[in-house]
């Protein structure tokens, strides 16, 4: 769509402009002003430079809970994106069972990130939870609090359990958009499931997979409740991922200049990934009005 | 609708997302005395005391208040300002739009924990920290982003020349945006409303560090009670089922729009 050069129309986005600069500038602002202060109170700070992110970027700790936290994240993606697409093709293209399915799927989106924490907490336990319970009766020793693999996993698959509907609904989406003519044509042609996948519904769902992939980029990368209530981070820091390890420093330690310059360091990384983000989103968009 | 090997799949995978909901649901009426005893797939004797507890319980049910109001303040405003925003967003180029767009985009990438303190600064020093619209302003930040994005993405399916034409009748801008256009987007704004009411109300980290009493949300009050009492499984349980409920009534409202919803618009 051509748009019209206008710039009044600046009037119009001003008021997100405004309630966004409040809650993201200021903020960002004061986290740059503790980065390179070291502050006693408020009355005595001190100017220390890099010194912050130079403790920062050499922490172990830090290092240990990027490597788990890309791990994680990359597991997330690789059983979330093709089960995704995998339940997607099973969905029913009419009647009652669209409306059903839709309503079913969405419900874990829904849920409030500490619930799915408790829901997972109570499931997995081998005392009172029917997931626990099934799994040692079946002779594995299984115990999420105790065990860093068993934890390991729990939140892993509390995640699937949580976000793979979000890829479902969303190659749904890009599904509901072929017409019945292309499989009417495939079927004349003589294709092969396989074929009608690759090349009728893999190209229709590849705008709305690049938002899921990344969308479960972003989110997995930031998780912090739900193993936050299901392990705490344990056993030992098994479960430590990025934003834990800054709540801990920042709200725990108050360690507040380390703190501030691993939130930077971690906005930066995040900011990167969206900026491609943004980026492949936006040509993949100028090549569909060509 | 025909009945097809495929569907057994898609069943089995429902199953699988239903069953700890079901557990959760299990364990909320039975008494603690048989969720600690025995493992039982129904209940023996199914109670409604876990229910009866927080509906009667200030320190519970207030929490389910207090998501309630700071989560409809949010709404409110996200709605408000991103319609003419994303309006313009859809309409017209202006200096700066693209990187104008990007920035929101990353306020909804930015990890919660980044602006805890921060926020926890502002808004106590301007005597905001436990009000409701301390949290409904927190959540501004992911929410507004994200209502803009949506919204952009259903108003450009709608053809431009209905505005030309408004235009050429005479309509003023407010009274074509109010009578014409919001009325064209019903359903882009209600599952616009529908998501902004969803990541508000799940969220946990910055709602809990904004309040203290007077707003506790009942996620907080939810994880409190875990470190507090530890041990009362049945009112927990219960608890969880009630936060599920409005989730899934709103759903039911949008549920031929939510695919569409969920990619943005964008299909």
Redesign the interface.
């Known amino acids: 769509m051509n748009k019209i050069t206008n710039n009044k129309a600046w009037f119009l986005v001003l008021p997100v402009f405004f309630i966004v600069a409040i809650s993201a500038i200021i903020p960002l602002m004061t986290v740059v002003n503790y980065s390179v202060q070291d502050i006693f109170d408020p009355q005595t700070r001190f100017f220390v430079g890099t010194e912050w992110f130079e403790q920062v970027l050499g922490d172990r700790r830090l290092h240990d809970a990027l490597i788990r936290q890309i791990v994680y994240t990359m597991s997330v993606l690789l059983i979330e994106v093709p089960l995704g697409i995998a339940v997607a093709l099973t969905l029913p293209r009419k009647g009652w069972g669209v409306s059903a399915s839709m309503v079913l799927l969405a419900l874990p989106l829904l849920i409030p990130w500490n619930v799915v924490g408790t829901i997972w907490q109570i499931f997995g336990r081998a005392d009172i939870g029917l997931g626990g319970y099934v799994i040692n009766m079946l002779g594995i020793d299984y115990n999420y609090s105790q065990n860093p693999m068993d934890a390991w996993v729990t939140v892993l698959v509390m995640d699937v359990w949580h976000w793979t509907s979000l890829i479902v609904l969303l190659c749904y989406a890009g599904l509901r958009s072929i017409p019945d003519a292309y499989y009417q044509a495939a079927k004349i042609d003589g294709a092969s499931n396989w074929a009608v996948f690759r090349f009728i519904q893999l190209p229709k769902m590849q705008s709305v997979l690049v938002i899921g992939v990344l969308l479960r980029f972003m989110d997995s990368f930031m998780i912090y409740t739900e193993p936050f209530v299901l392990t705490g981070g344990g056993p030992g820091t098994a479960t430590t991922f990025l934003s834990q390890f800054l709540v801990t420093i920042a709200v725990g330690q108050f360690d507040l200049g380390p703190a501030a310059a691993f939130s930077l360091i971690y906005f930066l990384i995040i900011l990167l990934v969206c900026w491609v983000f943004y980026t492949v989103v936006m040509n993949a968009g100028k090549r569909e009005e060509q | 609708?025909r009945f097809q090997k495929?569907?057994i799949?898609?069943i089995l995978?429902?199953l699988?997302?239903?069953?700890?909901?079901y557990?959760?649901f299990n364990?909320s009426i039975k008494t603690n005395s048989e969720?600690?005893g025995a493992?039982t797939?129904f209940p023996d004797n199914p109670t409604l005391a876990n229910y009866a507890t927080i509906l009667t319980d200030p320190a519970w049910y207030s929490g389910y208040i207090n998501s309630m109001i700071y989560v409809a303040i949010n709404v409110v405003?996200s709605l408000?300002?991103?319609l003419?925003?994303a309006?313009?967003?859809s309409?017209?180029?202006?200096?700066g739009?693209k990187h104008?767009f990007?920035w929101?985009?990353?306020?909804?990438?930015?990890?919660?924990?980044?602006?805890?303190?921060?926020?926890f600064?502002?808004y106590s020093s301007v005597g905001l920290f436990d009000t409701h619209i301390a949290v409904a302003?927190?959540h501004?930040?992911f929410n507004?982003?994200l209502a803009?994005w949506i919204l952009e993405g259903f108003m450009?399916g709608i053809p431009?020349e209905i505005d030309e034409t408004a235009y050429v009748d005479g309509y003023s801008f407010p009274r074509f945006f109010g009578t014409i256009f919001i009325p064209l987007i019903r359903s882009g704004i209600g599952v616009t409303a529908f998501f902004c009411f969803?990541f508000s109300?799940?969220?946990?980290?910055l709602a809990r560090t904004l309040t203290s009493v007077d707003a506790k949300p009942?996620?907080a009050t939810?994880?409190r009670t875990?470190s507090a009492s530890g041990l009362d499984?049945g009112v927990?349980?219960a608890a969880?089922v009630l936060?599920?409920v409005p989730?899934?009534l709103?759903?039911?409202f949008v549920?031929?729009y939510?695919?569409?919803g969920?990619?943005?618009g964008?299909?």
């Open positions: 609708m495929r569907h799949a898609l995978y429902i699988f997302l239903l069953l700890p909901i557990w959760l364990m969720i600690l493992m797939l405003i408000a300002v991103a003419p925003a309006y313009a967003f309409r017209f180029n202006f200096v739009d104008l990007f929101l985009l990353t306020n909804r990438m930015a990890p919660p924990a980044v602006f805890l303190l921060p926020f600064q502002l302003l927190a501004c930040l507004v982003p803009v450009s431009k969803m109300w799940v969220e946990l980290l009942i996620v939810m994880t875990v499984w927990l349980a969880g936060t599920i989730g899934a709103v759903i039911w549920r031929n939510i695919a569409k969920f990619a943005m964008r299909v």
